[in-house]
């Protein structure tokens, strides 16, 4: 990672989850620049600067995506990202309401970072061990401690 200041891209189509990502993390006190986008296709627009949307510069520390999203979802979006050369090496958190095993194994399958079962809270992370390791994991590659 370049020592440029660390940030966030939200991929949420849900307004109130959005906004409780955004309460968790100033709960952290982690103040970042966090960019947001609607939908898959919206986020790839931002990383890649596509026509009429500016790219992100730098690219985002790490992507919070959702998978159950308009025109296009989580994983239609990852595997757009994975097979993208300049943005595959992105560290992606699945956020999702969804505890389905095809909905884990294919974001696994795209080499995501963590798994996260909304709503989103940090303080217990669904009381499982690989939630406090994948809590863990979103603060390093922030270089933040709690």
């Keep these: 990672m370049s020592d440029a200041q660390p940030s966030i891209l939200l991929v949420e189509d849900d307004y109130l989850d959005a906004m409780s990502v955004e309460r968790e993390l100033r709960k952290l006190k982690v103040m970042v620049p966090l960019h947001k ?27 919070l995506l959702d998978i159950n999203m308009p025109k296009m979802n989580g994983i239609e979006f990852l595997t757009e990202l994975r097979n993208d050369p300049l943005l595959s090496h992105l560290n992606v958190f699945i956020m999702t309401t969804s505890n389905e095993d095809s909905d884990r194994l294919a974001a696994q399958s795209l080499r995501v970072n963590g798994y996260i079962v909304k709503p989103l809270t940090f303080d217990t992370f669904n009381d499982g061990a690989s939630s406090l390791d994948s809590f863990s994991l979103f603060l390093d590659l922030l270089k933040l401690k709690p």
Aim: glycine share 12%; proline share 15%; net charge positive.
């Design 37 to 63: 986008a609607k939908n898959g296709r919206e986020a790839l627009a931002m990383l890649r600067g596509e026509p009429g949307t500016p790219r992100l510069n730098p690219l985002p520390s790490l992507i």
